[in-house]
């Protein structure tokens, strides 16, 4: 079957991308070109330039540690599909906005000069949790990090804050003008982090470098916050093959996901910006009220179906829910934990939102796994649970539901082979774990990891007990017995 491309596709006569290809212009970068950013930051920037009629938003997409978008995408012309599984399902579409891939393992210096460009005026970023290289401890950049080490040593870099800094320096050698950064990574105040990160790494240099540098940023770059949302599940050969036969064509860098998409943005742009609210985003002064209740209530519901649902052997989020006591504890830990401890953005009703939390995770057809979603944990529970942990036991109240999530990533990592667990501090937990897997022995084994749980939480008596309860549950009763002391306990 022929390869998706600019030439194959206008020869099927069948679907068409919708955008003028030859008027599209670069104007973004984008940092991680992995499933999510094609599925949603792509598909905004696609929609607004088609409802504006302002092209000059091309996407220059980065991959960041491994180049396989770029082998999919380079023989298709950056063209790609995107297709959406559930009820009120869009038709297939096939994606047009992004002009370039560059694999910024291979060539980090062109990614280096694409931030630099003049034509750039906005850099995306979705590169995960991981892809900050946080210092847990100190909450800036872990510059004791080898590959930040060898970024600030002034080699090509690797890291996405060593290319977002070093492209930021090469602009302002160039006078290329202002630059907006924009993460889409679930964190809280992903914008303020991520100008925090990037002054770290300038502050880290030379002094003779880092002090016009800095003085530049202040002056010329802005990193709003921003709160993204849509489950993009891993594609699978399954979903190539059906794309194959509606296309007629072959795309290896087809994206799935939900037709549910949702991004709210801070008004606070450095230089020009593209009209996302064209195409449905909600610019808004409120984002990180947005962002606690979605990183609070839906990915932390979402890890605690992945790391449950592994433990009963469920090999998705969808089959996951489908369990009576599973879907109650989501509900529990929503109601009961996390919505005394935020704010809701006004425009947020409780119960509609969570209602349909559980609804889209319900979808049967998108095929989000439970191992993909329970991937990076010891990266997302503080995040996503742990605040939450921590607000409640400042209240005086008992984080009984948080505790049970917790306890069940903690399972997971304690009963997943050690070369099976996918996670960057995989190999960091393994040590820490005794021989045996029961509750006494492994909850304070992990407690004891510092970069996830601080010494607060880690010597609070409740919490403890609650772990070493839930966790016991979950090791010894089955799923039965652990359903049975969720709805009944
Ligand atoms: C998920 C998220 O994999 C995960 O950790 O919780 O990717 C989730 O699907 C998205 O944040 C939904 O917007």
Redesign the pocket.
């Known amino acids: 079957m022929e390869r998706l491309s600019n030439t194959t596709l206008a020869a099927t006569g069948g679907v068409a991308a919708p955008l003028p290809r030859e008027s599209i212009q670069p104007g973004i970068v984008h940092l991680g070109l992995g499933a999510?950013a094609r599925a949603h930051t792509a598909v905004f920037t696609e929609n607004a330039m088609l409802a504006s009629g302002d092209f000059g938003w091309g996407i220059v997409g980065v991959t960041q540690r491994s180049d396989a978008v770029v082998r999919q995408l380079v023989p298709q012309d950056g063209l790609y599909t995107v297709t959406e599984r559930g009820g009120n399902s869009a038709p297939l579409h096939v994606m047009s906005s992004i002009v370039e891939a560059v694999s910024g393992r291979d060539n980090p210096e062109t990614v280096v000069q694409r931030i630099a460009a003049r034509t750039t005026s906005v850099v995306t970023l979705t590169i995960t949790e991981k892809g900050y290289r946080i210092d847990p401890r100190t909450g800036s950049l872990n510059v004791a990090d080898e590959q930040v080490q060898a970024d600030l040593a002034g080699n090509p870099p690797l890291t996405a804050l060593g290319q977002i800094t070093r492209g930021i320096q090469q602009r302002a050698r160039q006078d290329s003008g202002p630059l907006t950064v924009v993460s889409c990574d679930?964190l809280p105040g992903n914008g303020e982090l991520t100008g925090k990160l990037v002054r770290a790494f300038a502050s880290a240099l030379p002094h003779e470098e880092a002090s016009p540098l800095l003085a530049w940023i202040d002056a010329n770059v802005t990193f709003p916050n921003t709160m993204?949302?849509?489950?993009?599940p891993a594609t699978t050969s399954g979903d190539l093959a059906d794309v194959e036969r509606q296309l007629g064509l072959r795309d290896e860098g087809a994206v799935v996901a939900e037709p549910f998409m949702q991004w709210v943005i801070e008004d606070n742009f450095a230089g020009r910006r593209p009209r996302w609210e064209d195409s449905g985003a909600l610019f808004s002064t409120d984002v990180a009220a947005w962002e606690a209740a979605?990183l609070r209530l839906?990915?932390a519901s979402?890890?605690m179906l992945a790391y449950l649902g592994l433990a009963a052997g469920k090999a998705t989020i969808a089959d996951a829910v489908a369990d009576v006591s599973f879907r109650t504890a989501c509900e529990r830990l929503m109601f009961d934990d996390v919505l005394p401890t935020i704010d809701l953005p006004s425009e947020l009703d409780a119960e509609t939102y969570c209602k349909q939390v559980l609804e889209r995770f319900s979808n049967p057809a998108l095929g989000?796994t439970t191992a993909?979603?329970g991937?990076?944990g010891s990266q997302?529970i503080g995040l996503r649970l742990l605040s939450t942990v921590r607000d409640n036991l400042d209240a005086g109240r008992e984080p009984r539901w948080a505790a049970l999530a917790v306890a069940a990533w903690m399972h997971h990592v304690a009963t997943t082979p050690p070369d099976a667990l996918d996670d960057p501090m995989a190999s960091e937990l393994q040590v820490l774990l005794p021989a045996g897997h029961d509750a006494s022995a492994v909850v304070p084994a992990l407690l004891a990891r510092r970069s996830v749980f601080d010494e607060g939480l880690a010597s609070n008596a409740g919490f403890v007990q609650l772990l070493m309860h839930w966790y016991a549950v979950i090791d010894h009763n089955g799923p039965h017995g652990l359903g049975n002391e969720i709805l009944h306990g």
Request: hydrophobic letters at 35%; zero cysteines; glycine letters at 0%.
């Open positions: 999510f679930n993204v949302d849509r489950m993009v979605k839906l990915n979402h890890s989000h993909k979603v991937s990076d997302k």
